[in-house]
C-alpha cells in the first residue's frame, strides 16, 4: 500500500510554545488530506480536512487559530498546535487519499504523541 | 448522514479459534465500508474495503469482511486468530456523497495463547 509519513512520532513541549507536525506521502499525489486527534481508549476525532492549495475545512469545534493547517504540496500538509496547553496533549494522527478517486482508502501516518508541560 | 456502530468494546478469543468483529452502519446511499486496524502508538493500518461486486471482501493478514446490504452490517472475521492480531479494530464507512470517513468507536481484540 501507499505510504504515509508523519514526523515526529513523539514531541514534549513547554507550555505556551507552538508544535509543528509534518505529514507527508511518499509514494503518491495526496490530494486531501485529514488530521485526527485521538484520545485514550478512544475512536479518531477528524480535526480538518485540507485540500492542496486550499484553506481547510474545520469541523464544528476545532479552533481554526489554535491548529494551523497547510497543505502547500501534493505531499506535505501540516499542523501547527500554537500556544500549546497541556489539555491539547494526545494523539495526533493524519492521513492522505490520493487522486484516484473517492472510493480509494485513506492511508494513514504514524501519529505522533504530543505532551505539553 | 454516516454513522458507524462497533457494539462491542472488547472481544477475547482463543489463538486458533475464528474470531468475528461486528459493525453495522448507516449510510444514506451505497456504502463505501473499510477496516482499519492499531497498534500501541501507532497509526491506522488498512486491512480491506467494500466498494462494489462481491460481498465476502479479504484483505490482508488472513482478514476477511462480509458486506450484508439487508442487515447493514460489515463483520469482522478470519478462520484462525493468532496472538499477533491483538490491537484495536476500527470499522469506517463513507457515503459516496461525503468526502470524509466516519469511524467506529473501536474494538479492542484480544487472543489468549
Known amino acids: 500500500g501507499a505510504v504515509v509519513s508523519q514526523h515526529p512520532s513523539r514531541v514534549i513541549c513547554k507550555s505556551g510554545t507552538s508544535v509543528k507536525i509534518e505529514c507527508r506521502s511518499l509514494d503518491f499525489q495526496a490530494t486531501t488530506m485529514f488530521w485526527y486527534r485521538q484520545f485514550p481508549k478512544k475512536s479518531l476525532m477528524l480535526m480538518a480536512t485540507s485540500n492542496e492549495g486550499s484553506k481547510a475545512t474545520y469541523e464544528q469545534g476545532v479552533e481554526k487559530d489554535k491548529f494551523l493547517i497547510n497543505h502547500a504540496s501534493l505531499t506535505l500538509s501540516t499542523l501547527t498546535v500554537t500556544s500549546a496547553h497541556p489539555e491539547d496533549s494526545s494523539f495526533y494522527i493524519c492521513?492522505?487519499?490520493?487522486?484516484?478517486?473517492?472510493?480509494?482508502?485513506?492511508?494513514f501516518g504514524q501519529g505522533t504523541r504530543l505532551t505539553v508541560v | 448522514a454516516q454513522s458507524v456502530a462497533q457494539p462491542e468494546d472488547q472481544v477475547n478469543v482463543a489463538e486458533g479459534n475464528p474470531l468475528t468483529v461486528k459493525c453495522t452502519y448507516s449510510?444514506?446511499?451505497?456504502?463505501?465500508l473499510f477496516w482499519y486496524v492499531q497498534y500501541p502508538n501507532r497509526g491506522l493500518q488498512f486491512l480491506l474495503k467494500y466498494i462494489t461486486g462481491d460481498n465476502l471482501v479479504k484483505g490482508s493478514y488472513g482478514f476477511e469482511a462480509e458486506f450484508n446490504k439487508s442487515q447493514t452490517s460489515f463483520h469482522l472475521k478470519k478462520p484462525s486468530a493468532l496472538v499477533s492480531d491483538s490491537a484495536l479494530y476500527f470499522c469506517a464507512v463513507r457515503d459516496p456523497g461525503y468526502s470524509t470517513l466516519t469511524f467506529g468507536k473501536g474494538t479492542m481484540l484480544l487472543v489468549s495463547p
Open positions: 449510510v444514506s446511499g451505497n456504502p463505501y
Open positions: 492521513s492522505a487519499r490520493g487522486d484516484r478517486g473517492m472510493n480509494t482508502e485513506a492511508f
